[in-house]
């Protein structure tokens, strides 16, 4: 498809379990982002991918939270032992390269409830 | 650091008045400055973006923003407001980085 695509779209979890989360980015799109969105509130910045650089890990809200990117390709957001307090829209958007002037496309999201 | 804040968490208007959406920015650099817009059970879309060059930007769906930096401001304005306006509406900032900072976001409810 042309736009960014996230799976599945909505995930209902057991506390303590782990969860995978899949982003597919605009095909030729160098930067990938994660945010978190709870309800009510603004977006959440988790990580970034940018080519082949290491990523930018800073907002991760714990070591539960893990992502990986294969090149400039899929990415999957992974939520071991998940709380309840993770329960959020998880957010994936891309963009033609990192920086101040190129627009972000974001994807429908992924709910994630845990029970 | 840069920050983002919006002034107001809930704005109601009638169909067919203006719609201000206000947002005040910090930030250490000469940022770049968007709006997004939510709407229910959609995806963020992009309604705007400054980067330095011309401070009234004009985006999709008749909404215009004006950057003034002596005030720190990026407020959101449309003349007349539609029904297919109601959403969530969000004033971010970037650096001159990759990271987005994303304000609180501003409910907007049009009243017919």
């Known amino acids: 498809g042309a736009g960014v695509s996230q799976s599945p779209s909505n995930k209902v979890t057991e506390k303590g379990k782990d969860v995978e989360l899949r982003c597919d980015p605009i095909s030729g799109h160098t930067a990938l982002y994660w945010y978190r969105q709870r309800l009510g509130q603004g977006l959440e910045f988790l990580i970034y991918f940018q080519g082949n650089s290491a990523p930018d890990k800073s907002g991760l809200p714990s070591d539960r939270f893990s992502a990986e990117r294969t090149g400039e390709s899929v990415s999957t957001l992974t939520i071991q032992r998940t709380q309840q307090e993770d329960s959020a829209v998880y957010l994936c958007a891309s963009s033609l390269a990192g920086g101040m002037n190129t627009e972000a496309f974001f994807g429908q999201g992924t709910r994630l409830t845990v029970v | 650091a840069q920050s983002v804040t919006q002034l107001d968490s809930h704005v109601s208007v009638s169909e067919g008045t203006p719609v201000l959406l206000r947002c005040n920015y910090s930030?250490?650099?000469?940022?770049?400055l968007f709006w997004y817009v939510q709407h229910p059970n959609k995806g963020l879309q992009l309604l705007l973006k400054y980067t330095s060059a011309a401070t009234l930007v004009k985006g999709i769906n008749g909404f215009e923003a004006e950057f003034k930096k002596s005030e720190t401001s990026f407020h959101l304005t449309k003349p007349s407001a539609h029904m297919s306006d109601a959403a969530e509406y969000f004033c971010v900032v970037s650096p001159n980085d990759y990271k987005l900072s994303f304000g609180a976001g501003t409910t907007v409810t049009v009243r017919a």
């Open positions: 930030s250490s650099y000469s940022p770049s």
